[in-house]
């Protein structure tokens, strides 16, 4: 393995999480128990919705959400081009088709509203935003749309817990009809493989409720605590249920995620400062709102953004591209898709820079320096 200087994300972990862990495995119930109960209580207090459902993966809950919306062979899922494929994967996974669209500018790489506007036709079964790197979409214009033509939003909010949308307190997930979080190790709140459904629509909780454990009636949790003892299945449903182990760690990572956002927080604006100094930008800068998940910089161009990837690789500072543009990868083939210019304009000249509690200002000082001179600034 790389021994990087400074790593892209790193887990921000003490004694807690392991206590957390030790006490399940003492428990002796590992599967879906108390844990997983409290942890889908916490989340749904949190975000002030009514149903927090924990499942295995971020991937998972869009592949649930997607389906409980009504999302069906043969229907369009308008989404953004600049995404993780997860959210495109499980459209095609349900016989639909991804229809992409651009991001709204270099500064917010957001689903455009004036492209979702265009490409919503008659065969259209959901919009998907994602809130990039963990600064809300444009929600506002998003919301108008939905409610003009009555098709339902999902959020992939995997960037963003602990986000909110602009001035509101209503935290990201929690604005359209379903919202999909990613517990993925380098994600804001990590426990390896996890996920979580929010939603304030009983149908949508009850569908995802199924869905996640086989389209069975009662859990052997409930059995086990004899509040059950036999079961139907109603419906085809998978097993894409969280463990209690991974609930114990994630309990442990929601409580301190408010601190670990505020110090990502402190260290964009150092990132900013540093950036704009050498004619860079800061993706989102100045959004207190953000749950900061990713540092992203646009260089002036793409030649000074491969200039930087290579010096920063020479000073073994690791970095990223969130993300290739989801339309040109093989797999979709010919895609359905609008015009996509901001999206390649900003794919060539993004660069994802380190960002986690843990590090330091004077790393992101280092990261700046390096981008500057090539010379690693290290001290
Ligand atoms: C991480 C992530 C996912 C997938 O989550 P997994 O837990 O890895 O399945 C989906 N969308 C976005 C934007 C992500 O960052």
Request: charge should be negative; hydrophobic fraction near 45%; aromatic fraction near 6%.
């Amino acid at each position: 393995m790389t021994e990087w200087v400074i790593p892209l994300s790193d887990l921000w972990f003490d004694a807690e999480e392991t206590a957390a862990a030790v006490a399940v495995l003492e428990r002796r119930w590992l599967s879906s128990g108390p844990e997983l109960a409290a942890l889908e209580d916490e989340f749904a207090a949190a975000c002030g919705v009514a149903h927090a459902i924990a499942v295995a993966n971020g991937t998972a809950a869009l592949h649930l959400a997607l389906l409980a919306v009504g999302v069906s062979a043969g229907t369009e899922v308008v989404q953004p081009a600049l995404n993780f494929v997860a959210a495109a994967n499980m459209t095609q996974r349900l016989g639909a088709i991804p229809h992409f669209v651009d991001v709204a500018s270099l500064d917010d790489p957001t689903l455009d509203p004036d492209g979702v506007v265009r490409a919503i036709n008659d065969d259209t079964s959901a919009i998907v935003v994602m809130h990039y790197g963990g600064l809300a979409g444009r929600m506002e214009e998003l919301l108008d749309v939905a409610a003009r033509t009555g098709v339902p939003i999902v959020e992939d909010a995997c960037h963003a817990v602990g986000g909110r949308y602009r001035r509101s307190t209503r935290p990201v997930g929690a604005l359209g009809d379903v919202g999909c979080y990613s517990f993925f190790s380098n994600k804001n709140l990590a426990c390896g493989e996890g996920g979580m459904v929010t939603t304030d629509r009983e149908d949508i909780a009850e569908k995802v409720r199924s869905l996640r454990s086989h389209g069975m009636t009662s859990l052997s949790w409930d059995r086990f605590r004899g509040h059950a003892s036999s079961y139907d299945v109603t419906e085809h449903g998978f097993n894409y249920r969280l463990d209690d182990l991974r609930a114990a760690i994630a309990r442990v990572q929601l409580a301190k995620l408010a601190a670990g956002n505020d110090r990502r927080r402190a260290l964009a604006a150092e990132y900013e400062v540093g950036l704009r100094r050498i004619g860079w930008q800061l993706v989102n800068a100045g959004a207190e709102e953000s749950s900061w998940h990713l540092a992203v910089a646009v260089a002036p161009d793409r030649a000074r953004r491969d200039q930087a990837r290579d010096r920063l690789l020479s000073a073994r500072i690791q970095t990223s591209l969130h993300y290739p543009c989801v339309a040109d990868f093989e797999v979709f083939g010919s895609p359905l898709a609008g015009d996509l210019r901001t999206t390649r304009t900003f794919v060539d000249r993004a660069i994802t820079l380190p960002m986690f509690p843990a590090l330091t200002a004077s790393e992101v000082r280092s990261v700046v320096a390096t981008i500057e001179s090539g010379g690693t600034g290290l001290v």
